[in-house]
């Protein structure tokens, strides 16, 4: 039997499924059979049966009216595995730890997957006023220092094949002109560190640095600061940190 990449046939069931729990991760609000159909275009009758699956092995959770859905709780059960199995993560763990006890600052783990940063640990602000971010939450790689600190890692030609032009723009300060991308990570691989200056969230600046676990790096850390509380010896003494911790 030939095992060419060009005999191979995806299961049409599988696909399907994968896009229904994808969605629901990322989107993750209760979501009516009809608006599912639509955003994954499935007849309702074949999504039905799907859901119905899905429910009944705790996949997807249905409400207490059974006509609206989420992700069940056995999701949580992949993703934990993943993040149990991942020998990177627990190796920075202790770099996430020394981090936020500098800084008392919100310090993210995030690893590039396509044209996004997927964030894989975290660890809190002391402060009441923080950035919010969730563990598995996705942004737009170039939006982020995370991002920016793993696109440096490519050449321009490769970060041109990997993002989607134009990329989004999530504040006025989003980078989406490619020449001015490609400045912005010319200047990410001349100094070792990526600066997001209100790009992914207003108000709040992020610097990170890859990690030298692989080359390209695919893993990177951060520290986020709201504006209000940055000034340029605290985001001097960030780049130093992390350089001595990565």
């Known amino acids: 039997m030939s095992t060419a990449p060009e005999d191979f046939q995806p299961v049409k069931s599988a696909g399907r499924t994968l896009d229904l729990l994808e969605l629901l991760a990322d989107q993750p609000h209760p979501w009516a059979l009809g608006d599912l159909a639509h ?31 989420r992700l069940g709780l056995r999701a949580l059960r992949v993703g934990a595995a993943y993040l149990d199995g991942d020998d990177r993560v627990g190796l920075l763990a202790g770099v996430l730890d020394e981090l936020s006890r500098r800084f008392g600052e919100a310090v993210h783990l995030g690893r590039l997957d396509g044209d996004q940063v997927v964030y894989l640990a975290k660890r809190e602000s002391v402060h009441r006023l923080r950035l ?6 996705r942004l737009p790689a170039h939006a982020t220092a995370l991002g920016k600190a793993l696109l440096a890692a490519h050449s321009d030609q490769e970060v041109d094949e ?26 990410v691989r001349a100094t070792g560190y990526a600066v997001d200056r209100e790009e992914n969230t207003e108000g709040i600046v992020c ?24 000034r340029p010896e605290l985001e001097a003494s960030i780049v130093t940190a992390l350089r001595d911790c990565l």
Do not use: C, N
């Not at 275009?41 to 059974?66: M, N, Y």
């Not at 990997?162 to 200047?187: E, F, G, M, V, Y």
């Not at 695919?218 to 520290?223: F, N, Y």
């Open 132 to 137: 919010y971010s969730a563990i598995g939450r």
């Open 207 to 230: 610097v990170a640095m890859a990690v030298p676990l692989a080359t390209p790096a695919v893993d990177a850390v951060s520290v986020s600061v709201p504006v209000t509380r940055l």
């Open 162 to 187: 990997l993002l989607s032009w134009p990329p989004p723009r999530l504040t006025p300060h989003t980078i989406t002109d490619r020449d001015a991308l490609h400045a912005a990570l010319a200047t």
């Open 39 to 69: 955003a994954l275009g499935i007849p309702k009758s074949s999504l039905h049966g799907l859901l119905r699956t899905l429910t009944g092995r705790g996949w997807v959770q249905a409400d207490e009216t059974g006509t609206r859905f």
